[in-house]
C-alpha cells in the first residue's frame, strides 16, 4: 500500500477490510510509502470521502498488515516467483511510490515481472490538474523512475490511463441490485461505491475506476493499445505529472528535436470495450454471492 486517495494508514486500513470482506484474510498487506519520494502529500478525500472508501463505515479487519514494508514484501513475493521459473504481473493502483523504490533498490526482482499494468497518466486529458492524472501527479518523480527502469530492466508496461478511465461505468439500478444480493458482502460494498459515485457526482452511473487496470490484465482483448514513447514531466509550471505520450510519425525527419525519442515504449490504453469490462466487474461480484 502507499499513500494516494487517503493518507497510508487508511489506505491499509481500506484494504484489510476488503480482503477480509472478500475472505481472503490469506492475501499479504505491506504498508509502504507514506509520501510521495520529493513532492509534498496530496490526496483525493474530497473524491473519494474522509476514509477514502465512500465514507461507508465498513467494518475494519481485525488482521493487522504483514510486518514487512511493501517494498520488502514485493520483493520476496518477486524473487519467489522467479525461483520457480515462474512471473507475476504488477497492477499499481495509486502513485508508484513503491514500483519506483522496489525497481531501483531491487533491479533483480525483474527476472520475476511479467508485466507492469498500471492504473495512471493519460493521452490527452487530466483531473488533478488539467495536465495531470491523479496517480502520476501525486508523485511524478516515482512514475518516471518506474517507465525509465522498464526501460532498462526490459519489463513490458501498460498505461490504462484517462483517456479509457471514465468509459466503463455501472448505473445505479447494477449498484443498487449488487447491494439488495449481498448486503454486507464483496457484490454490495462494490454497489455501495458506485451508489456513492452516483450521489457524490449527480449522477446515475459510476465508473469501475482503477478495477478496469485489473480487467485489462484478465481481458486484454478489451483494450486497444498502441506503444508508443512516453515520458513523464517533471518541471512544468502548469504540466507537472503530465505523461507526455508522443504520437508523432517517427518515419519523417525530427532532428530538430532536442529531446528525441523517449527511452521507453509503453502499451497506452486508448480505447476500451466499456461493456466487456462491466460485465467482468458485475460477473466477478456477482459470483461471490451465496
Same mark, same amino acid.
Given at each position: 500500500c502507499?499513500?494516494?486517495?487517503?493518507?497510508? =494508514?487508511? &489506505?491499509?486500513?481500506?484494504?484489510?477490510?476488503?480482503?477480509?470482506? @472478500?475472505? $481472503?484474510?490469506?492475501?499479504?498487506?505491506? *504498508?509502504?510509502?507514506?509520501r510521495p519520494l520529493l513532492a509534498e502529500p496530496v490526496d483525493a478525500r474530497h473524491v473519494h470521502g474522509q476514509d477514502g472508501m465512500g465514507d461507508l463505515g465498513w467494518p475494519r479487519s481485525p488482521h493487522a498488515p504483514d510486518p514487512r514494508h511493501a517494498v520488502e514484501l514485493l520483493r #520476496?513475493?518477486?524473487?519467489?516467483?522467479?525461483?520457480?521459473? =515462474?512471473?507475476?504481473?504488477? !497492477?499499481?493502483?495509486?502513485? %508508484?511510490?513503491?514500483? @519506483?523504490?522496489? %525497481?531501483?533498490?531491487?533491479?533483480?526482482?525483474? *527476472?520475476?515481472?511479467?508485466e507492469i499494468c498500471f492504473m495512471g497518466g493519460a493521452a490527452h486529458v487530466g483531473? @488533478?490538474?488539467?495536465?495531470?492524472?491523479?496517480?502520476?501527479?501525486? #508523485?511524478?518523480?516515482? +512514475? *518516471?523512475? &518506474?517507465? #525509465? *527502469?522498464?526501460? #532498462?530492466?526490459d519489463i513490458a508496461v501498460r498505461m490504462y490511463g484517462l483517456d479509457v478511465f471514465y468509459a466503463p461505468a455501472v448505473t445505479r439500478e447494477q449498484a443498487r441490485s449488487l447491494i439488495e444480493r449481498d448486503p454486507n458482502g464483496p457484490a454490495g460494498l462494490g454497489g455501495r461505491l458506485i451508489d456513492y459515485q452516483c450521489d457524490r457526482f449527480g449522477s =446515475?452511473?459510476?465508473?469501475?475506476?482503477? +478495477?478496469? @487496470?485489473?480487467?485489462a490484465v484478465i481481458a486484454r482483448e478489451a483494450l486497444k493499445t498502441?506503444? %508508443?514513447? &512516453? $515520458?513523464?514531466?517533471?518541471?512544468?509550471?502548469?504540466? $507537472?505529472? $503530465?505523461?507526455? !505520450?508522443?504520437?508523432?510519425?517517427w518515419g519523417g525527419d525530427l532532428t530538430h528535436d532536442p529531446h528525441g525519442q523517449a527511452n521507453t515504449l509503453v502499451e497506452v490504453g486508448l480505447e476500451v470495450d466499456a461493456e466487456a469490462f462491466?460485465?467482468?466487474w458485475l460477473d466477478t461480484l456477482s459470483a461471490g454471492i451465496r
Open positions: 502507499v499513500g494516494g486517495n487517503a493518507p497510508l =494508514e487508511q &489506505v491499509v486500513s481500506n484494504t484489510l477490510a476488503v480482503l477480509h470482506t @472478500a475472505g $481472503r484474510d490469506d492475501v499479504p498487506v505491506g *504498508a509502504g510509502a507514506d #520476496d513475493i518477486l524473487r519467489a516467483a522467479a525461483g520457480i521459473g =515462474e512471473r507475476v504481473t504488477l !497492477v499499481p493502483l495509486a502513485p %508508484l511510490t513503491n514500483i @519506483a523504490l522496489l %525497481l531501483r533498490t531491487y533491479p533483480d526482482v525483474a *527476472a520475476g515481472i511479467e483531473n @488533478a490538474t488539467a495536465s495531470a492524472e491523479f496517480n502520476v501527479f501525486h #508523485d511524478p518523480e516515482a +512514475a *518516471a523512475v &518506474v517507465i #525509465d *527502469a522498464c526501460a #532498462d530492466l =446515475e452511473s459510476g465508473t469501475i475506476g482503477d +478495477a478496469g @487496470a485489473v480487467c498502441e506503444r %508508443l514513447p &512516453v $515520458r513523464v514531466e517533471l518541471g512544468g509550471t502548469w504540466s $507537472r505529472g $503530465r505523461t507526455v !505520450v508522443d504520437r508523432r510519425d462491466v460485465r467482468l
